[in-house]
């Protein structure tokens, strides 16, 4: 990392915070915005429900056939060779009208609903039709192929709990019980920009000593999400007065600014220097690797976070500790990391002291176990360590590493998407 140097001489004098604790200050720290929208069904995918939802319909509504069949009594039935007269049908939205009397049957198609009279459905594939009537041998049990009124949700039931994330499940299950409009979370305001005189923004040739900015562009990236309005500040140079400004622009409008860079005392960083003076900012040594330094408090009514420069440093910044943060401002029902174990294909080095998060590749065997291989280099500032993983590979600040064939924790990129 870019501030070893620092880093090496002043930990002793400052305590590293653990990553459960850190992450505990910040949710203890930040409440869910309390505005609510009403979108139409499409609009709010993505989103939050803001107020528990109550069906007013039963799903099915209706007794129907889960197959293409017959509709029967099931008494008919007895288990000997069957004949019963065809007297009409049941389509999808086209009900039969009469009823069913013994010696009687209703041809039926899947979702049609069930006759009067009838309660078990034959498929058709089980029955040989002639003419106007079928043949069938053996039982059937009264239930048989019949999906029931209200088996998926009953009117009066809860249907979605405030708090709930809207996926593509929970849209359809809204549109099962005609709900075409919800009431949601307003979107949170996040503000962002990097800091850096280093910096070039894309479009431009480089200058001797500056490097591209790519942690905006993984900023956006990992902002982009439909419970998220975000406004890219730009570069923000090294320079008072500038540094002030941009923090001033961005408390006024966000509820969470976000920048990278700077964070580390380092001499031009007056980030620092700027946060004192505009807000209250604790500035943390996360006992984990990548990602050491990170800024986190408030500027005005904004919620503060100041990610390391370091790109590898500022992504797993961001999803261990601004994206349980986000969650939790857009009201989102607790979200319990997806974290499971795989068998490291080669050994993993480590030394002990603070938690890594190795970029890793997980692989499913054909015994359907899970292995996980290193991406190589673990530099904070390969950003190709990122793209070649698909996973983090968490290891505890106690551990010494992993043997080849041992079981480690990983967090797959997947839990990340929303
Ligand atoms: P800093 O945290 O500002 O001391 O930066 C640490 C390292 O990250 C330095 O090597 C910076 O050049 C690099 N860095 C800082 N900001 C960015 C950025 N936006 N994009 C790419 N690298 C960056
Ligand atoms: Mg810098």
Redesign the pocket.
Known sequence: ???SSKDCCSEPEQKLLSIDEGRKRILHAIEAVTATEQLPLRSALGRIVASTIIANVDVPPFDNSAMDGYAVRSKDCSGTETRLDIIGSSFAGKPFSGSVNPGQCVRIMTGAVMPDGADAVLMQEHVAQRGQQIHCSGTVAAGQNVRYTAEDTRRGDVVLESGTRLGAPEIALLASVGVGEVRVNRRLRVVFF???D??SSLGNALEPGQ??????YAMFGMLSRPVVECTDLGVIADERDAVRNAFREASEAADLVLT?????V?EA?FVTEMLDEMGSINFWRMAMKPGK?LAFGRLGKATFFGL????VSAMVTFYQFVLPAIRKMSGENSHAPLLFQARCTKHLKKAPGRAEFQRGALELQQDGSWTVTSTGTQGS?LLTSMTRANCLIHLSADSTGADEGEMVTVQPFQDFVG
């Open positions: 990392m870019s501030n990097s800091t850096g280093e910096l490097i591209y900015d790519s942690n905006r990278s860079g700077g964070v580390s380092g960083d330094p390391p420069g370091n790109p500032h």
